[in-house]
């Protein structure tokens, strides 16, 4: 079993930031990737970023230029900072934990997610 513990979530008005944090904790043999999703009302649950245990990233669309992750590989921790957040980016943001918790068992692991509210 992996625990995944997030926090920074809130409300900001537009124009604002957030810093959203992940830490993972438990059984991890490895980890291959963490990363953010979000989903909005009424939408599907989306990819908002990613970061490898090697330092690859990857972004959603929408977010790319505003949103950057970053981790922390010995603290199992990974780091969102959103700046420049709009009413559009309100969501419930998910982290994710990508890994094997035995030699040959991989698997995925969700947090339970950290509610952003932007207001205009």
């Known amino acids: 079993q992996v625990h995944l513990v997030e926090s920074g979530g809130g409300l900001v008005q537009a124009g604002g930031s957030l810093r959203l944090s992940c830490a993972a904790s438990g059984n991890i043999f490895s980890t291959n990737a963490m990363g953010w999703y979000r989903q909005g009302p009424g939408k599907p649950r989306d990819l908002v970023a990613s970061?490898?245990?090697?330092?690859?990233?990857s972004y959603g669309g929408s977010v790319k230029g505003r949103f950057t992750i970053s981790r922390d590989n010995a603290r199992n921790t990974v780091y969102l900072q959103m700046t420049n957040l709009t009413p559009e980016d309100t969501a419930v943001y998910y982290c994710?934990?990508?890994?094997?918790?035995?030699?040959?068992?991989?698997?995925?692991?969700w947090g339970q997610g950290t509610q952003v509210t932007v207001s205009s």
């Open positions: 970061i490898t245990s090697g330092g690859s990233t």
């Open positions: 994710n934990w990508a890994g094997r918790t035995g030699a040959t068992t991989y698997r995925d692991y």
